[in-house]
């Protein structure tokens, strides 16, 4: 377990992270979400005890972080840190010595790797003679070589396609199932909601919303609606309890109502006026409560044009 309490960085008159309270939970997937400067990366590097906090504490298992504890962890960066010119099953070897490896294991997991990522016929390439979705897979094994006991991943699906965007997360889930804590930042809404177990979503260095996904779309209420009907619109438009409007097609309207207790009256009314052919509350997406809460903290309102998805 990962636990930061009230963990705050500045850089000269900015601050970077205010005060974060957070646990990160062993066998767990996190997404750490957040806009650009929330404070993502400073609070990655912290945690991989590069830089140290100015106020706070970080513990791993209820322990001040040491320079034993980075062998305990993997970082797969956005950006690739690979040495081009040398030979693929080369680099996994030198990778995995730098976390403590023999160079005898570290080439035995490196090979095991390699077949498992459907490269082992290029373990004698040079790196540069990859593409950019090998190169990639070749981040990710240099990253799971030594078994770490926590992960962090920084858009880790930049680069793959489609068969193995599935296929690592395939890996992840193993992870999650073996106990490992997983840190899984990233922009992609889609991701995170399909294998989170928990949000935290940061924004300009504060911690502004977490829990699972259950809990932070209940935390949106049940006032989004989606009616599909015949008849005039403006029925809908020109209701005072209808506080944002959006048609997405002839027929078929989205809406928020002020108050969701309101909600039957309204369908009531409406039906005797409109012939309604469907009815439901709407579950908001990951991508909708991420820019509803960034655009409400940024001052700007917070609803937006409506796009919720069941």
């Not at 008159?13 to 996190?30: H, N, Q, W």
């Amino acid at each position: 377990m990962i636990e930061l309490q009230g963990v705050t960085k500045h850089y000269e008159k900015t601050v970077a992270v205010a005060g974060i309270d957070y646990r990160f939970e062993p066998g767990k997937l996190t997404g750490f979400l957040g806009p650009n400067g929330a404070g993502k990366s400073t609070t990655i590097r912290m945690i991989m005890n590069i830089i140290a906090p100015d106020a706070g504490r970080i513990t791993a298992g209820g322990q001040p972080l040491s320079e034993a504890f980075r062998n305990r962890l993997g970082y797969l960066p956005e950006e690739r840190g690979l040495y081009k010119k040398m030979k693929v099953l080369e680099h996994l070897v030198f990778s995995g010595s730098l976390k403590g490896l023999g160079r005898g294991e570290a080439r035995r997991r490196g090979l095991r790797w390699l077949e498992r990522l459907g490269l082992a016929e290029r373990a004698q390439s040079k790196v540069e003679d990859l593409s950019k979705g090998m190169q990639q897979k070749i981040q990710i094994a240099g990253t799971l070589l030594h078994e770490p006991e926590l992960v962090l991943l920084d858009e880790p699906f930049s680069g793959l396609d489609p068969l193995n965007v599935d296929a690592f997360k395939a890996i992840l889930l193993e992870l999650r199932a073996q106990g490992v804590t997983l840190i899984f930042s990233t922009h992609m809404m889609e991701q995170a909601e399909q294998l989170c177990d928990e949000i935290a979503l940061g924004d300009r260095g504060r911690l502004v919303l977490a829990g699972t996904l259950a809990e932070l779309r209940a935390g949106y209420g049940r006032n989004h609606l989606r009616v599909r009907f015949a008849g005039d619109a403006g029925v809908l438009r020109g209701d005072p309890r209808v506080a944002a409007y959006s048609e997405r097609e002839p027929g078929l309207a989205e809406l928020r109502l002020a108050d969701a207790a309101q909600a039957s009256a309204a369908l009531r009314d409406w039906s005797a006026r409109l012939a309604i052919d469907h009815f439901e509350v709407m579950v908001p997406s990951l991508h909708n409560i991420f820019i509803r809460t960034v655009t409400a903290g940024a001052g700007a309102p917070p609803e937006g044009g409506l796009a919720w998805t069941r």
